[in-house]
Structure formats: C-alpha cells, structure tokens
T-cell receptor, first 110, second 113 residues
Framework: SQQGEEDPQALSIQEGENATMNCSYKTSINNLQWYRQNSGRGLVHLILIRSNEREKHSGRLRVTLDTSKKSSSLLITASRAADTASYFCATAGSNYKLTFGKGTLLTVNP | DSGVTQTPKHLITATGQRVTLRCSPRSGDLSVYWYQQSLDQGLQFLIQYYNGEERAKGNILERFSAQQFPDLHSELNLSSLELGDSALYFC????????????FGSGTQLSVL
C-alpha cells in the first residue's frame, strides 16, 4: 500500500502563479522526498527533507514538513509551462524502502 | 541524464512469455531498486539490491525475480506474463541503502498482449 498520499490529484494554474501540493503519510519517517515526472519519463529527484527539519528551499521550490501532522507541502513559486509534470512525494522509513504516493498532476497553462 | 541505463525501452510480448529487463546503475552506486508503475496501482516498489545482496522486498510477485551481478548491473525477470503485468518498469540507483536520493532510469514500457 502507498505510504504517502498527495493532494490534490490534479492542479491547473496559469504561468506565473504559485502551485502548492500536499502530502500526507501514516508512519514515522527518516526523510521525505519530492520527485517530478514528465509524461512517460523517469522520475527526477527535487528535494529531500529530513525528519528533524521543518523547511527547505531549492531555487523556486519550498518544502515544509510537519511530523506532528504527518504531512508535507511542496510550493513551486512563479510557475512556468515547463513545470507541467506529475509530482510525487516519497517517504523513507527505517526499512530501506522508499514508498511513493500516487502523485499530483500539475498543469501550468501559458 | 540520470546516469542509470535501462534496456530495452519498449517490450511487446504475449501472455505466458518470459522477459528480462536490464539496468545499469550510475557509476559508484551500490544500490539498485526496481519499481513498477501503472495507472491503477501507481508507483509500486518491487525489490532492492545492495552490493549484490537482496536488501528489501516490496510487492513483487512470485513470478518475478531479480538479481544484482558482481559488476552491479541488475536484471528483473518476469515470467508467465499476464495482461495485468503491462506497465512501466523503472530501475533506480543510489550510492547507499538508507532511503536516500534515488536516480531513476527512463524505464522499460512492457506491453503484454
């Protein structure tokens, strides 16, 4: 079964707007990661946040982690058409397995 | 380019057949992971190898098997194929084995007819 669940399942915005995706998970984690997948391609790692971190930035990406609520959010600022992709959260526990959610499909309209 | 190479990119076969998917990890990576992606199940973890040894097992069917060779490349064998095995199969690699950043290959699209 999936550990993380992304919300919303699909998001459509205009270029220049911010996009926020959320991820909820069920069990304790060592870290949480976000990946991007362009249609039919391999996943690309975006950012990793450890369980003792609350916020992390990378370029236009901002990730937050709330372990008390078992949730994370990914914010993409000033979105571009090239950001159109599926975004997945993945949780890593102590058993070496990285478990992915079903993803959020982000469409950025020019 | 992630540095992870998967072959073949596409595979079309019939039910009941057996196929082998191949993966070469990034140079220096000791861990190889196999994932299956389908529309209904999402991205499912199948199995992980670290330096030749099986390290973790996920939702891998008994008809499926994998191994990692001394040169660290890995193969995923799928046998007695069924229509429902049609999916995109990804290999990923990482330097270590503690759930760190994964580098994904471009996948093998398997179609079982």
């Amino acid at each position: 079964s999936q550990q993380g669940e992304e919300d919303p399942q699909a998001l459509s915005i205009q270029e220049g707007e911010n996009a926020t995706m959320n991820c909820s998970y069920k069990t304790s984690i060592n870290n949480l990661q976000w990946y991007r997948q362009n249609s039919g391609r391999g996943l690309v790692h975006l950012i990793l946040i450890r369980s003792n971190e609350r916020e992390k930035h990378s370029g236009r990406l901002r990730v937050t982690l709330d372990t008390s609520k078992k949730s994370s959010s990914l914010l993409i600022t000033a979105s571009r058409a090239a950001d159109t992709a599926s975004y997945f959260c993945a949780t890593a526990g102590s058993n070496y397995k990285l478990t992915f959610g079903k993803g959020t499909l982000l469409t950025v309209n020019p | 380019d992630s540095g992870v190479t998967q072959t073949p990119k596409h595979l079309i076969t019939a039910t009941g057949q057996r196929v082998t998917l191949r993966c070469s990890p990034r140079s220096g990576d000791l861990s190889v992971y196999w994932y299956q992606q389908s529309l209904d199940q999402g991205l499912q973890f199948l199995i992980q190898y670290y330096n030749g040894e099986e390290r973790a097992k996920g939702n891998i069917l008994e008809r499926f098997s994998a191994q990692q060779f001394p040169d660290l490349h890995s193969e995923l064998n799928l046998s007695s194929l069924e229509l429902g095995d049609s999916a995109l199969y990804f290999c990923a690699s990482s330097e270590y084995t503690a759930g760190e950043k994964l580098f994904f290959g471009s996948g093998t699209q398997l179609s079982v007819l």
